[in-house]
């Protein structure tokens, strides 16, 4: 009939076809749906981790229910995660290095990873500062930052590196576990006087460049 229907999303783990208690779970999608236009979400309840669904609309109505003829699939396969490498320099206000840390997919609950820095050619405390924690990623979210301190060092010296490691995500796979973060030296602006004699600190003129420079 043309009168108002409810939408329906019948799903489990075997294609239930147009029979509803074939079906393990059934959600309203929607309450009396006319037209055909529907831009709605829902929270699926009850699915279990690493399985394949089925799933199929329907709509009920005073003239009866009718299936959807197509079936969706999907799987619940947690994300994996990778961090990425990162750069900083030891100049500046509050220098700091940002790993990024990326799922592969979002998804529907949030997601935790333990994490801890390592050294390598960097010292902690000598070039930045060590920690151990966790990062959440809200749900349907895709990635998420951790910031570690860097030790502010106006002596110049070549580039050191130490890693961010990702230790534990709890059921969601780490496809890489290690980013790396390349300190870099100090970068400073250099002036040109405007009567050319460059040790005329009093006719300095606007920075023609931003280089990085040895001492």
């Not at 329906?8 to 009396?32: E, F, K, L, N």
């Not at 790993?99 to 000598?126: E, H, R």
């Not at 924690?133 to 110049?156: F, H, K, N, Q, Y």
Request: net charge negative; proline share 4%; charged share 15%.
């Amino acid at each position: 009939g043309n009168s108002p229907a409810e939408v329906r999303v019948y799903y489990g783990t075997t294609d239930g076809g147009s029979t509803t208690g074939s079906w393990d779970t059934m959600a309203v999608v929607s309450t009396d749906q006319s037209g055909m236009a529907l831009a709605q979400s829902i929270d699926l309840a009850g699915l279990t981790t690493d399985s394949t669904y089925y799933a199929r609309f329907a709509a009920s109505n005073a003239g009866g229910l009718s299936f959807s003829s197509d079936v969706l699939t999907f799987t619940t396969t947690p994300p994996t995660l990778t961090v990425a490498d990162c750069a900083a320099y030891e100049g500046g206000t509050s220098p700091a290095a940002t790993f990024t840390i990326t799922l592969s997919q979002p998804w529907g609950g949030d997601i935790t990873v333990q994490y801890t820095t390592m050294d390598g050619t960097a010292g902690a405390g000598s070039d930045y500062t060590a920690t151990a924690s966790s990062l959440t990623i809200p749900a349907e979210a895709l990635s998420g930052t951790v910031t570690v301190a860097i030790t502010l060092d106006t002596e110049s010296e070549p580039p050191e590196q130490f890693e961010l490691q990702l230790t534990d995500a709890g059921s969601s796979a780490i496809a890489d576990d290690t980013g790396v973060c390349t300190i870099q030296d100090v970068y400073a602006d250099y002036y040109v006087a405007t009567d050319g004699n460059d040790t005329n600190a009093g006719t300095l003129a606007k920075p023609f460049a931003t280089i990085g420079h040895t001492r």
